[in-house]
């Protein structure tokens, strides 16, 4: 499937600027839904407002879709930035799919993005995608499931929803973020350390990508995520040992819980975890290039 035309939404943030060289690097043509036109992108850009159906919606026309558009979750838990975070993803939805509906040709494939924190907090549970989703807490479950039923149904050839761990890439917050707790001492365990962190590299992520795009044999639900996740206290300490620093104590919950406050994160980010693991990927067949955590973060933290 080269040589095709993808229109991404959501193309600006991190994740959507690695697809879109990514793609384009392979010879897709590359067209990015946007509020705010860029000068000097190497891609295509339509102006939109996310919201509306408007004279962008002709693009969907035979095209492949990609549909990451949401704000970050990286901010405090308020019933308010729940309603964002909602709002931001089921809105953008909803106008590519009444633009679909309303299309001479249905886009050919939808990768639909959303995330595994609609597990909620898992505990110890092995969740492949054939796990139910959690009913809560609202801004990790309660905004991944609104977005999903948001593209539920889409006029499409066929639809890939990508629940995505933790994407391990440089320059991106959550590596950075990451990477900084250890540098400045702060790189123990957080919480108990027991909790599962389900993660990705970023190779992996766009190859996982392509083959959506790619594989008519994809579809529904899909766990983007590495075959090994690992507890938050091997993240830590593997995060410790490839940026050379020394053994650092633990940060207790109610510490993490007074420093979120500061941050203007949500302690749930760190305190919670989901033991997930690709099964329809790795039953089809996928060869993950960075599988284990130790590799990836070397790969990603050195030169």
Known sequence: MLGVKVVLAGGSGALGRAIAADLAGR?????????????????????????????????????????????LVDRRPT????????????????????????????????????????????????????????DGPPQMAGVARAWEDAAAGARAGRQVVLRTGVVLDRGTPALNRLAGLARWGLGGRVGSGRQW??????????????????????????????PNPVRNAELMAALRRVL????APPTP??????????LRTDPALALTGRRCVPRRLLDAGFGFARPDLLPALRDLLTA
């Open 27 to 71: 010879g897709d043509e590359v067209v990015v839904l946007t509020r705010t036109v860029r000068e000097g992108s190497p891609y295509r850009q339509v102006r939109w407002d996310g919201v509306t159906v408007g004279p962008w919606a002709t693009e969907l026309s035979g095209a492949a879709v990609v549909n990451l558009a949401g704000e």
């Open 79 to 134: 019933a308010a930035n729940v309603e964002l975070l909602t709002r931001s993803r089921v809105e953008p939805t909803t106008a590519l799919a009444l633009a679909a509906a309303g299309s001479d040709r249905p886009p050919t494939v939808w990768v639909q993005a959303s995330t595994l924190a609609i597990y909620g907090d898992g505990g110890e549970a092995v969740l492949a995608e054939d796990a139910p989703p959690a």
């Open 197 to 226: 962190v389900s993660w990705l590299h970023v190779a992996d992520f766009l190859t996982i990508v392509r083959r959506s795009l790619d594989d008519p044999a994809m579809a529904d639900v899909v766990h983007a995520t590495s």
């Open 244 to 247: 050379r620093r020394p053994p």
């Open 253 to 262: 919950a109610p510490l993490v819980r007074v420093g979120a406050l500061l």
